[in-house]
């Protein structure tokens, strides 16, 4: 049997890299980082069951000293993130990990320890965590790494206190069960972490939800300042008026009448730099575009709208911001490489009667551009960089919506499509990874495992305090009531 024990340890250490590498952003292509991660996790398994061997201990007893700093150090040579975020993922993963393998250790103690439960729940629980965490987590966490850089540090400390609290209260798999105070702290850690780790996870996208709230009011606040400079200038222009009138007079009566209609040609002219560049209904979107035409216009860059958005529209107003300030800021960078008479770009908007958003940004680059296997340009590798598609993307998914960007004939198009709600209006907020389903099934899977293994449920009853919850919840107290044996 001692056969399936090392079979166990094999599949969770290498699904430890599996869990991590399901998170993890590297600065590498994806084909070398998965090299180098196999070749690194066979090295240190081989090392961890050898020292084992010669040592005559637990391999999970040497994990740590093998496994995870060798690890952390190879990992922190290829991620992307060199800093808190890092170290965070790091604490993460390992810790889920050590926590399923726990839990599984533990349930195989419980009933025998012939290591058969261990297989089975190791071989059933680590798929199913993976496929949790690649459909619910895996996108709001790598967005989460994009859009905050602070805050990772404290959250890195508690990852590893927990990390050392599961090593130091852990049961090594052949070693004899402790009493009830030692398997009290166990439980009473592996309930802790998960509560943890979805309190920090749930405060990370509060952060980052602020973020984003926070920019659509900086790019409001430079509208408003740019109308409000407007105003002023409007201000002036009434206040000269008069003046401006009497030399049109002199002109006039002097016969001039060339150099009055070019001093009414100068006035028209510095009136309309008082105009709005845009016209749009909808405030939000009206606050983006216009900033960007003014730092378009600063930078030479002539733009042409077309407009056909009303005042209220059937989506998030930080989402359609997000869109629109990633591709106009992307087009204006683009036309500052270019000549001055050269530098247009054209934006189009439309919501048409089946409520369907079309976003179209276009601007010339003469260049061929590069597509990746994701559809978005092969940027740069600069810091930053490319990120801003990245977003657009994440949007354009959240809607069902259609998202394309090519390059033809010297133009780079930029195209959108979102598609309307289910609901009457988009939700106000948009909610992170959903935990009580998860919760859930996971009581459901303790009251299950409490009543199939009568073991665990009298070493349960026996507690202090709480001994009577869990008799509450044993099948067999009910059978002895109303059996009557």
């Known amino acids: 049997m001692t056969a399936l024990r090392d079979i166990s340890q094999l599949w969770a250490m290498a699904h430890v890299l599996v869990v991590f590498l399901l998170l993890f952003e590297p600065r590498r292509p994806w084909r070398p980082t998965i090299a180098i991660c196999v070749s690194g996790a066979v090295v240190m398994s081989v090392v961890t069951l050898a020292a084992a061997a010669v040592l005559g201990v637990p391999p999970f007893a040497l994990i740590f000293f093998t496994c995870s700093l060798p690890s952390m150090a190879l990992f922190f040579w290829i991620s992307k993130y060199r800093n808190g975020r890092f170290f965070f993922l790091f604490c993460l993963s390992d810790t889920m990990c050590i926590w399923l393998i726990q839990v599984t250790s533990l349930l195989d103690r419980l009933v025998g320890g012939e290591y058969a439960v261990m297989f089975a729940g190791r071989l059933i629980l680590f798929p199913l965590a993976e496929w949790f965490i690649w459909k619910q987590l895996r996108r709001p966490y790598q967005e989460l790494q994009r859009k905050l850089e602070r805050g990772w540090w404290l959250f890195s400390l508690i990852g590893l206190l927990y990390y050392l609290m599961l090593v130091m209260v852990s049961i090594p798999v052949d070693d004899p069960m402790p009493g009830w105070r030692g398997l009290l702290l166990l439980l009473l850690v592996l309930a802790l972490m998960p509560l943890t780790y979805i309190s920090i996870l749930h405060s990370l996208w509060r952060q980052m939800r602020m973020y984003e709230n926070t920019r659509l009011m900086e790019v409001q606040r430079k509208d408003y300042d740019a109308l409000c400079q407007k105003m002023e200038v409007g201000r002036i222009y009434r206040h000269d008026m008069r003046h401006h009138l009497a030399a049109v007079e002199g002109l006039l009566q002097q016969g001039d009448n060339g150099g009055a209609l070019n001093y009414v040609r100068s006035l028209s002219g510095g009136l309309e730099e008082l105009a709005e560049p845009v016209r749009c209904a909808n405030s939000a979107v009206n606050a983006v575009l216009t900033a960007y035409i003014v730092q378009a216009g600063n930078e030479g860059c002539t733009v042409e709208t077309k407009l056909r958005v009303p005042e209220t529209l059937p989506f998030e107003e930080t989402d359609i911001c997000v869109i629109l300030a990633n591709a106009l800021e992307n087009a204006v960078h683009a036309c500052q490489e270019l000549p001055e008479d050269r530098r247009r770009i054209g934006v189009e908007l439309e919501l048409t009667e089946n409520q369907r958003l079309l976003i ?50 010297g133009r780079f198009l930029f195209r959108t499509v979102l598609m309307p709600p289910a609901g009457p209006a988009a939700p106000k907020e948009t909610r992170g990874p959903s935990w009580a389903a998860p919760v859930v099934w996971a009581a459901l899977a303790f009251l299950l495992a409490m009543n199939l293994l009568p073991a665990l449920a009298d070493t349960l009853e026996e507690l202090p305090l709480v001994g009577r919850l869990f008799l509450a919840l044993d099948w067999r107290t009910y059978a002895l009531i109303f059996g009557g044996n």
């Open 360 to 409: 179209s940004v276009e601007n010339p680059w003469p260049y061929p551009v590069a597509f990746g296997p994701d559809g978005l340009p092969e940027s740069p590798k600069r810091e930053g960089h490319g990120l801003g598609l990245q977003s657009v993307k994440r949007v354009t998914e959240k809607y069902g919506g259609l998202f394309r960007c090519q390059w033809e004939e």
